[in-house]
């Protein structure tokens, strides 16, 4: 059975980046089927998705984020990472990091999802 | 900055039938990408309830189900039941600037 788990510190200060790591164990990060996202979710608040990556480095990321965005993985630990430079309260959220399942003519949806980790912006 | 709109709240007695719409345009639903559903209980992570658009995963009740028409996507449960009470999200994929995965606005699902 497929798991993820998000790491990383709670805390982050206001300019600097956040850094999550999400480790995916009980299968292989490098799939062919499937792509490797992020999304995060304020207080409160909606679901927002950041951006995606394939095992190959290929991502892609939410044209409102790709500026302060890096999604990066690492094959020989099966996990992948998250960067999010110059943060602000407004990036307060519980982090998730979910598998992304991609077929053809059913289109693509993220399962399972990661329990989540609350980054809070504040000095 | 969701393009995909959902009603805020929904509520319903325990047994009836309650159904969330989930209006996009054409760059996402409209233009034919499927819709995928979320079931979001209080303190967990979202769950998938549907995926393209209708079919259900493996432990999901067939008292959930999906459709979509147009620009838009429904998700209906029937025989509501408490453990229902949840958020729920919409999910698809837009194809506007350089394509990216869109998920609707929420809504509030109560059990009166």
Known sequence: QLQLQESGPGLVKPSETLSLTCTVSGGSISSSSYYWGWIRQPPGKGLEWIGSIYYSGSTYYNPSLKSRVTISVDTSKNQFSLKLSSVTAADTAVYYCARRIVVVTAGNWFDPWGQGTLVTVSS | ?112
């Open chain 2, 1 to 112: 900055q969701s393009v995909l709109t959902q009603p805020p709240s929904v509520s319903g007695a325990p047994g009836q039938r309650v159904t969330i719409s989930c209006t996009g345009s054409s760059s996402n639903i409209g233009a034919g990408y499927d819709v995928h559903w979320y079931q979001q209980l209080p303190g967990t992570a979202p769950k998938l309830l549907i995926y393209g658009n209708s079919n259900r995963p493996s432990g999901v009740p067939d008292r959930f189900s999906g459709s979509k028409s147009g620009t838009s996507a429904s998700l209906a449960i029937t025989g509501l039941q408490a453990e229902d009470e949840a958020d729920y999200y919409c999910q698809s994929y837009d194809s506007s600037l350089s394509g990216w995965d869109v998920f609707g606005t929420g809504t509030k699902v109560t059990v009166l």
